[in-house]
């Protein structure tokens, strides 16, 4: 009787081992995801509030700046070429954040930044620091370490208790958890956790992660919902900003000084009106609401006629635009959506623009690979370093150099198009270059 009681202590006492390792991994691998998509939450947040607060901030003619919120630090800097960088405003003891944000005394800091123009013509650029506690994503994570700790405590109760078979059977639900999550972590939607009816710590960590999930989701759609109709409400507003701008600079007694001003103006309300129009297909893409007008189009007039649109900035850039065509295919008629498809190869001409070193080409090829038999028009400039995974290139709202123009969804924004046509963009670095293929089959 004593030996079988040692072999059962031994048996509860391995298998609890067991189970209890397995249950401590399992939790500190949810737990990690839990705190990155907090932590990326946070950090859209607050990269959102500052923008908000960058749009808000006017140097001319008097330096107007909005005050930060509760548990907000900011710095406000105005850098104007060949002038000495002038401070608008800082909160006290936020003297001195990192260059591209990051860490600060404890604070969790971003930094956002805007070109324009100076009074006096001069190439300007205001830089925003802005800050927040990290307190409420510490507390969220610490619900969580908590969460994961009953349930450990109560897996290896239970793990003592049923023992052998019982455990083993206790584990399934685990299991299907942990499966279920990977598959929403690789592709997050409306699919939730399992939650098995055992009445135990399994129970209640399905249960509480699901209502995570729903409020996560909840907030993607009201974000979506907010730039749906945020967009929707500013294209008037800009439509007529534009057209007021148009007509003034037509009239005849304007002074010619004037007229440079009003170009830039007019440019910058350009690119904010196709931001607004990035904004809100964004909210129609995430809730599979973007239509298609498939009809014919030739492939080859599509880009003759965008590179000639475009053609005046490269050169004012001081880049060259490069158009190779293959003789040898007979048409380029292709089936899709002629402005969605106008968007996909807007962005990857600005976006070679934007990036490639000065007094380089950009280079376009239209062509047809042999292997599939689908046209394609590819897009490439030279890169000065790597640019590493390629695939964070088409993730929302991810920039490869954080201080360029744009709001980081022109590559998603083209590839969910471009999968929407039948095939994602084709990314490839090679030889100092960075090139974007948009395949499409034939008509």
Do not use: C
Not at 94 to 118: D, H, I, K, M, N
Not at 144 to 173: E, I, Y
């Amino acid at each position: 009787m004593k030996a079988l009681r040692s072999l059962r202590g031994q048996l509860v006492l391995v298998f609890a081992l067991v189970f209890g390792t397995v249950t401590l991994l399992a939790g500190t691998y949810q737990y990690r995801q839990v705190g990155r998509v907090l932590r990326q939450s946070d950090d859209q947040r607050l990269r959102s509030r500052a923008l908000a607060l960058l749009e808000q901030v006017e140097t001319y003619p008097q330096p107007v700046v909005a005050l930060p919120g509760h548990d907000e630090h900011l710095r406000v800097l105005v850098e104007t070429t060949g002038q000495a960088p002038r401070e608008l405003f800082h909160s006290p003891g936020f003297v001195a954040p990192p260059a591209a944000g990051g860490e600060y005394a404890g604070l969790r800091t971003v930094l956002v930044a805007r070109s324009q123009t100076s009074e006096s013509g001069q190439p300007q650029r205001v830089r925003l620091w802005l800050g927040h506690s990290g307190a409420a994503v510490a507390a969220d994570l610490g619900r969580v370490r908590s969460g994961l700790g009953w349930a450990l405590v109560g897996s290896l109760a239970l793990a003592a208790l049923l023992a052998g078979a019982l455990g083993r059977q206790a584990l399934r639900p685990l299991r299907r958890i942990s499966q279920q999550a990977q598959r929403i972590g690789a592709a997050p939607g409306s699919e939730r956790l399992p939650e098995p009816a055992t009445g135990d710590e399994v129970q209640e960590l399905a249960h509480t992660l699901n209502q995570m999930l729903d409020r996560l989701q909840a907030g993607a759609e009201l974000q979506d919902n907010f730039l749906a109709a945020a967009a929707h409400e500013l294209r008037t507003p800009l439509a007529v900003a534009l057209t007021g701008l148009a007509v003034t600079r037509q009239a005849p007694d304007l002074p010619a000084r004037l007229g440079p001003a009003l170009d830039a103006q007019a440019d910058e309300l350009q690119r904010l009106g196709r931001l607004v129009d990035d904004f809100l297909t964004v909210s129609r893409l995430r809730a599979n609401a973007l239509p298609l007008a498939h009809q014919p189009l030739a492939l080859d007039e599509l880009v003759l006629s965008l590179a000639d649109r475009l053609l005046p900035r490269f050169r004012a850039a001081g880049r060259r635009l490069d158009l190779t065509v293959d003789e040898h295919v007979a048409t380029y008629i292709v089936v899709g959506d002629a402005d969605k498809l106008t968007t996909v190869l807007l962005n990857l001409l600005e976006n070679a623009l934007r990036h490639a070193p000065p007094a380089t080409a950009v280079q376009v090829h239209l062509g047809r690979e042999p292997a599939t038999g689908w046209l394609y028009t590819e897009v490439s400039n030279a890169i000065q370093q790597s640019l590493g995974d390629l695939a964070r290139l088409t993730t929302a709202y991810y920039q490869a150099d954080v201080l360029s123009s744009g709001a980081g969804l022109g590559l998603w924004l083209s590839n969910r198009i471009a999968e929407l046509h039948g095939a994602p963009l084709a990314l490839r670095e090679a030889a100092g270059h960075f090139s974007v293929r948009l395949r499409l089959p034939p008509a």
